[in-house]
């Protein structure tokens, strides 16, 4: 059976075997000890260990003081184990079993009473920084008499500080306001400099209805900090002074159930769609998507996950939503908004709410008829909760907003293949936008649907699936499924790729919503007729993009008017400004683009040229890659303009051309 021991320094140093107090002799043993428990595990050199017992004045042969110093020490922690001082070249270590030293339980407590935090936890969250704060035992290493480590005192003094405020805040979102107020009292008194303490002190007087008092904190604060340390109160204070100053009501405690969260039975959704098994790769954009759950407390945090068609984007949500979906134990509500769908009926605000009203256990007779009610209704619901809302294929910010909650607790995921700009600009909300696949992650996704064998039998033309896919992750997915066919050859499936002309139709599965032809057309569908022309315009164009003049130039329009068209089809992520000025888009969506011109006559465009039998390069390249020819018709002289970048002169005719 183990024996239990003890090490404090969190207080005056003990050691303790069983309950019993182990003698450590006053002077330099103790200091000798103390000083390798505050880096136990580590090397402490010998001139570290000089330095606590003997200062600036270390004897003569200081080497052999200290190796005296370290028998003695090990003879009294006989009972205890002496082997655990260890000597190593260049000083010495001391080694402890796991939950020996009080200070590292203190610090593994505080992270957890922290994690409970985030995880609003509120009950677990007090019970833990409370069993922390229980290890204070007084001022830590002052009984030592060494300069050198009584240096080292802030810092346990802070991990102290630190369970106090968690327990505090804890305490605080358990409705504890007049127990809170005292302590904080006393603890701002102690420690007047810690700006947290002053945040929790003024929520806790917000919330027990003492506004005034909560701003004469924050003006006491001020006065302070700019008199001693001559500087502002940090942004914590001043948002909450702000909102306290506001009247804000989300910060009303959530341990507070509201009259309408009384009025409605409590349920949990879970809503989430399957998560999809053979995932792969985005692994900064999961790691981006954590990172904002570690943001400032008493916000809605929302995220907006923009992109093009088929490149991924519910399956991130999805598979996210799943990773942190124990963080939220109040439930996943879930709606696909269909702002780019085939029937071009985007999901009604009204209907989503409707519908997220009916999940959270309200009877439909009790549902209000007009949409702010039902959105307030909502908000109301989640008041005090932990929900995560993911809001797929929304069109715009319009059909967002009343579907957003309204106090902290939520997390809002939005995917949609427009930017929705104005939802970072209104709401805070994080942009992420979903870029292709990288070649490895492309490979990596038909490694898993195919197997590594079945790639490596056909290398090279697996080599070039990854490339005709584009890094488009649907592509990808519905030329693996093909591949799987029994009798399926890689080479032949790459062969069909590689025609343009049939490369869409070798991505076609007859299902809508899982072809690539299908899922670019609601993008473009949705578009004004001016920018679907210009859409249909850049399949023509034969380069690997295209500048605001040329744009201009193919499309016969004004520069600025280009620049407002190719402005939106990138919001649209139906195109990419990938310099300033010059505009790409991906091989797949040229290629739609490129049949779409065919289909509908662009190809055919009668366009103008500045002097009798000259045609613009940029028109003659773009028919010659349709697969026209051109041919001259005359017309009336006309000066060209020259704001349009042409340059005519004077009496200069005008050529039409036409494709034939």
Same mark, same amino acid.
């Given at each position: 059976?183990?024996?239990?021991?003890?090490?404090?320094?969190?207080?005056?140093?003990?050691?303790?075997?069983?309950?019993?107090?182990?003698?450590?002799?006053?002077?330099?043993?103790?200091?000798?000890?103390?000083?390798?428990?505050?880096?136990?595990?580590?090397?402490?050199?010998?001139?570290?260990?000089?330095?606590?017992?003997?200062?600036?004045?270390?004897?003569?042969?200081?080497?052999?003081?200290?190796?005296?110093?370290?028998?003695?020490?090990?003879?009294?922690?006989?009972?205890?184990?002496?082997?655990?001082?260890?000597?190593?070249?260049?000083?010495?270590?001391?080694?402890?079993?796991?939950?020996?030293?009080?200070?590292?339980?203190?610090?593994?407590?505080?992270?957890?009473?922290?994690?409970?935090?985030?995880?609003?936890?509120?009950?677990?969250?007090?019970?833990?920084?409370?069993?922390?704060?229980?290890?204070?035992?007084?001022?830590?290493?002052?009984?030592?008499?060494?300069?050198?480590?009584?240096?080292?005192?802030?810092?346990?003094?802070?991990?102290?500080?630190?369970?106090?405020?968690?327990?505090?805040?804890?305490?605080?979102?358990?409705?504890?306001?007049?127990?809170?107020?005292?302590?904080?009292?006393?603890?701002?008194?102690?420690?007047?400099?810690?700006?947290?303490?002053?945040?929790?002190?003024?929520?806790?007087?917000?919330?027990?209805?003492?506004?005034?008092?909560?701003?004469?904190?924050?003006?006491?604060?001020?006065?302070?900090?700019?008199?001693?340390?001559?500087?502002?109160?940090?942004?914590?204070?001043?948002?909450?002074?702000?909102?306290?100053?506001?009247?804000?009501?989300?910060?009303?405690?959530?341990?507070?159930?509201?009259?309408?969260?009384?009025?409605?039975?409590?349920?949990?959704?879970?809503?989430?769609?399957?998560?999809?098994?053979?995932?792969?790769?985005?692994?900064?954009?999961?790691?981006?998507?954590?990172?904002?759950?570690?943001?400032?407390?008493?916000?809605?945090?929302?995220?907006?996950?923009?992109?093009?068609?088929?490149?991924?984007?519910?399956?991130?949500?999805?598979?996210?939503?799943?990773?942190?979906?124990?963080?939220?134990?109040?439930?996943?509500?879930?709606?696909?908004?269909?702002?780019?769908?085939?029937?071009?009926?985007?999901?009604?605000?009204?209907?989503?709410?409707?519908?997220?009203?009916?999940?959270?256990?309200?009877?439909?007779?009790?549902?209000?008829?007009?949409?702010?009610?039902?959105?307030?209704?909502?908000?109301?619901?989640?008041?005090?909760?932990?929900?995560?809302?993911?809001?797929?294929?929304?069109?715009?910010?319009?059909?967002?907003?009343?579907?957003?909650?309204?106090?902290?607790?939520?997390?809002?995921?939005?995917?949609?293949?427009?930017?929705?700009?104005?939802?970072?600009?209104?709401?805070?909300?994080?942009?992420?936008?979903?870029?292709?696949?990288?070649?490895?992650?492309?490979?990596?996704?038909?490694?898993?649907?195919?197997?590594?064998?079945?790639?490596?039998?056909?290398?090279?033309?697996?080599?070039? /699936?990854? %490339? &005709?896919?584009? +890094?488009?992750?649907? *592509?990808?997915?519905? =030329? $693996?499924?093909? !591949?799987?066919? @029994?009798? #399926?050859?890689?080479?032949?499936?790459?062969?069909?790729?590689?025609?343009?002309?049939?490369?869409?139709?070798?991505?076609?599965?007859?299902?809508?919503?899982?072809?690539?032809?299908?899922?670019?057309?609601?993008?473009?569908?949705?578009?004004?007729?001016?920018?679907?022309?210009?859409?249909? /315009?850049? %399949? &023509?164009?034969? +380069?690997?993009?295209? *500048?605001?003049?040329? =744009? $201009?130039?193919? !499309?016969?329009? @004004?520069? #600025?008017?280009?620049?407002?068209?190719?402005?939106?089809?990138?919001?649209?992520?139906?195109?990419?400004?990938?310099?300033?000025?010059?505009?790409?888009?991906?091989?797949?969506?040229?290629?739609?683009?490129?049949?779409?011109?065919?289909?509908?006559?662009?190809?055919?465009?009668?366009?103008?040229?500045?002097?009798?039998?000259?045609?613009?390069?940029?028109?003659?390249?773009?028919?010659?890659?349709?697969?026209?020819?051109?041919?001259?018709?005359?017309?009336?002289?006309?000066?060209?303009?020259?704001?349009?970048?042409?340059?005519?002169?004077?009496?200069?005719?005008?050529?039409?051309?036409?494709?034939?």
């Amino acid at each position: 059976m183990a024996v239990r021991v003890e090490f404090g320094l969190l207080g005056p140093l003990v050691v303790r075997c069983e309950g019993a107090s182990v003698p450590i002799a006053k002077g330099r043993q103790r200091a000798l000890l103390a000083a390798l428990l505050l880096d136990v595990g580590h090397l402490v050199t010998v001139r570290q260990l000089t330095d606590v017992l003997w200062g600036d004045t270390p004897p003569a042969m200081a080497r052999a003081a200290l190796h005296n110093q370290i028998r003695r020490l090990r003879d009294a922690l006989d009972g205890v184990g002496r082997d655990r001082i260890l000597t190593q070249p260049g000083g010495y270590l001391i080694h402890l079993e796991p939950g020996e030293l009080d200070v590292i339980r203190m610090q593994d407590l505080l992270a957890d009473a922290r994690a409970a935090a985030r995880a609003r936890e509120w009950d677990r969250a007090s019970a833990i920084a409370a069993d922390a704060v229980l290890l204070w035992r007084g001022e830590p290493l002052a009984d030592l008499g060494s300069e050198a480590l009584t240096r080292r005192s802030p810092y346990l003094t802070e991990i102290y500080l630190q369970a106090v405020e968690t327990r505090l805040e804890a305490g605080l979102n358990l409705g504890r306001h007049a127990d809170v107020t005292s302590e904080l009292r006393r603890l701002i008194a102690e420690h007047p400099f810690r700006e947290h303490a002053y945040a929790l002190l003024m929520l806790a007087l917000y919330r027990s209805g003492s506004q005034g008092e909560a701003l004469a904190v924050y003006q006491a604060a001020r006065r302070l900090l700019a008199g001693e340390l001559g500087c502002e109160p940090g942004p914590e204070l001043q948002r909450l002074h702000q909102r306290i100053l506001e009247g804000d009501r989300q910060l009303v405690s959530p341990a507070r159930k509201s009259a309408v969260a009384e009025a409605y039975p409590a349920v949990v959704p879970r809503e989430l769609p399957a998560a999809i098994g053979q995932f792969t790769g985005r692994a900064r954009e999961l790691r981006a998507l954590t990172g904002m759950l570690d943001g400032p407390a008493g916000t809605v945090v929302i995220s907006a996950i923009a992109g093009a068609a088929g490149i991924g984007k519910t399956a991130l949500a999805v598979q996210w939503a799943h990773q942190v979906a124990d963080r939220f134990p109040d439930g996943q509500l879930y709606v696909n908004l269909r702002g780019f769908h085939p029937s071009g009926k985007p999901v009604p605000a009204a209907a989503a709410v409707r519908g997220f009203l009916e999940a959270l256990g309200v009877q439909a007779e009790r549902i209000p008829a007009d949409l702010d009610a039902q959105a307030r209704l909502y908000r109301s619901l989640l008041s005090g909760r932990r929900m995560f809302v993911l809001l797929d294929n929304a069109r715009d910010e319009e059909q967002v907003r009343p579907l957003l909650p309204g106090g902290p607790g939520c997390l809002v995921l939005v995917t949609s293949r427009c930017q929705l700009s104005g939802l970072v600009a209104a709401e805070g909300a994080h942009a992420l936008t979903l870029g292709l696949l990288s070649e490895a992650e492309a490979r990596d996704l038909l490694t898993r649907r195919l197997g590594a064998a079945r790639l490596g039998a056909e290398p090279r033309a697996a080599t070039e /699936l990854v %490339g &005709l896919c584009a +890094g488009l992750p649907l *592509a990808l997915a519905i =030329a $693996a499924a093909r !591949a799987a066919r @029994p009798g #399926a050859r890689l080479d032949a499936l790459s062969e069909e790729l590689k025609d343009v002309q049939t490369r869409l139709d070798a991505l076609d599965t007859g299902d809508p919503s899982v072809s690539v032809r299908a899922v670019f057309s609601w993008s473009v569908d949705n578009l004004p007729a001016r920018q679907t022309r210009m859409f249909r /315009l850049l %399949g &023509l164009h034969p +380069g690997p993009d295209i *500048a605001i003049p040329a =744009a $201009a130039s193919l !499309a016969g329009t @004004p520069p #600025a008017q280009a620049r407002g068209d190719l402005r939106e089809l990138a919001r649209a992520h139906l195109i990419s400004e990938h310099v300033p000025g010059r505009y790409a888009m991906h091989d797949l969506l040229r290629a739609y683009a490129a049949e779409q011109g065919r289909q509908f006559g662009e190809a055919d465009v009668v366009q103008k040229s500045f002097t009798p039998g000259q045609v613009s390069p940029t028109i003659r390249l773009c028919t010659r890659a349709a697969g026209c020819a051109l041919a001259r018709v005359s017309v009336r002289p006309r000066r060209w303009p020259r704001k349009y970048g042409h340059g005519g002169s004077a009496g200069s005719p005008w050529t039409r051309w036409a494709s034939t």
